[in-house]
């Protein structure tokens, strides 16, 4: 028996209906129903802000950066450093040298690995990453471990299969862990890390530590100066911006003491036939000509944002995730949600990954789709974190600031009709 609804809706909600305006995709008909974006942890929606500064970009002053000495290329090369600055303001970077703009978050996990990775880990050093990463920041690992002979080591979830044990974090740590690269938000469990404690711990055994902020830059305030990190990662397509671009941030003593990844234009000092010398960061790892547009329109993001205040955003962000939640588990005791509870010490975030017994998680987004809502299924790029589920897949509704409570509770009714109709089709209940 569903258990009754949260009441009243809490009023910190209505920013989601206020700043709908903003995002003109969300006002359209899918399927012939109003469309109901819930695949916000894969890729935000753009306001109107963001979509100007590109098209600005295109019709008022596109040209090649840090080249020309032409006007346009001028105010091209002022607004992509810009955009730079801006990024660095929203997570309280120090200098916008500390911020590297590339293709997106996988690109500069990959440029940790390929640069500060190929110099420092040795055969038999340790790397600890979480049962719970992205592919993103598995792949890249693993691809050095094959290379060098570095040992990986896996931070397993707490018994209750909710978030990162830090027990046994803390266990792995040895003189040997040369790096600590962990998911700050999980993007299916929504579990938060203790970013702090992680720091506090890798720093005891002089070890580097990298966070996965893809799924904590959009929602909730990030500082480069308090987190405690060498390097974070982002992808602006999850934080309002367009897609094809992103940000490395890292402690500026720390880029300067990385070789290049990629050479080329941009991000040399003087070339001569055999050898080159080399920019220093940030455009040391900038090589060719960047994704100009996309990354003025990151900055235009990361501004907007900022005026619309990440503490906003998260106390937004935190009771439409509790709502959202909260409905889920009431559909039915066959509704499995994944990750901890919203009153957990850490919070979750506002996504919900879960599973109906008895159903395919494709069927049911399948189903959701035809009533207008879109919500992801699959494994969200986190196949190992689904074995240690015990499931191949989740279906998953993430929500960010222009959703609403209205939109949750179509959700909700469009998944109890998916799941009655599958238990028709079947005659009976699964
Ligand atoms: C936690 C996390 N890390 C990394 C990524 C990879 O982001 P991108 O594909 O933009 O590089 C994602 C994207 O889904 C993510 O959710």
Redesign the pocket.
Known sequence: MASPLPTPVPAQLALGAALRAEFPILDQKVNGLPLVYLDN??TSQKPRAVLDALSRCYTEYNANVHRGVHALSAKATNEYEEARAKVAAFIGASTSREVVIVR????GINLVSNTWGAANIKQGDEIILSVAE?H??LVPWQLLAARTGAVLRHVRLTPDKSQLDMDHFRSLLSPRTRLVSL?H???VLGCVLDTAYVAEQARRVGAKLLL?C??SVPHMPVDVCSLGADWIVA?S??FCGPSGV?FLWGRYDVLESMEPWMGGGEMIADVFLDQSTYAPPPMRFEAGTPAIAEAIGMGAAAEWLQQLGMDRVHAFEEEIGTYLYERLVAVSPRVTVYGPRPGAPRGRASLAAFNVEGLHATDVSTLLDMAGVAVRSGH??AQPLHRELGVPASARASAYIYNTAAEIDTFIEALKDTIKFFDDAHGGVA
């Open positions: 942890a894969a997106n978050a996988t690109e992205h993103a920041n998911v938000v999980s993007n996965d893809c799924q992808s397509h999850k992103g969200h790029c």
